[in-house]
């Protein structure tokens, strides 16, 4: 679906940091994870996973470590402390939002004079 980049804007990064927050993955096995436990709905292409994964690496959130398999280097990626927390920020903050969300559409608005 093309519009999943723009549906996810502002919140890729809570998603990667989750992502990664279980076990360390490589680029394409965030991917496949964010394809799978989305039940197909984020396929999101390369130009937009690695892009964001060397900004949340270089704000600390995330830790790359480069390892060699079947002949193929790859760089495998791993939440930190720091991660971790704006991790639980984020999630508080989605809660708190989708929550509000919700109220809005599907509670009748009050009549106005």
Do not use: C
């Amino acid at each position: 679906m093309e519009s999943d980049t723009q549906l996810l804007k502002g919140h890729l990064d809570a998603l990667l940091l989750a992502a990664v927050a279980g076990e360390p993955r490589h680029g394409y096995a965030i991917m496949e994870a964010l394809r799978e436990a989305s039940g197909g709905q984020f396929e999101l292409p390369t130009g937009t996973i690695y892009p964001a994964l060397h900004r949340l690496e270089a704000a600390g959130l995330i830790n790359g470590t480069w390892s060699t398999v079947d002949g193929r280097r790859r760089r495998t990626y791993q939440l930190t402390a720091r991660g971790e927390r704006r991790l639980q920020a984020d999630r508080s903050t989605w809660r708190e939002f989708a929550a509000t969300i919700t109220t809005l559409l599907e509670q009748p608005w009050p009549a106005t004079s």
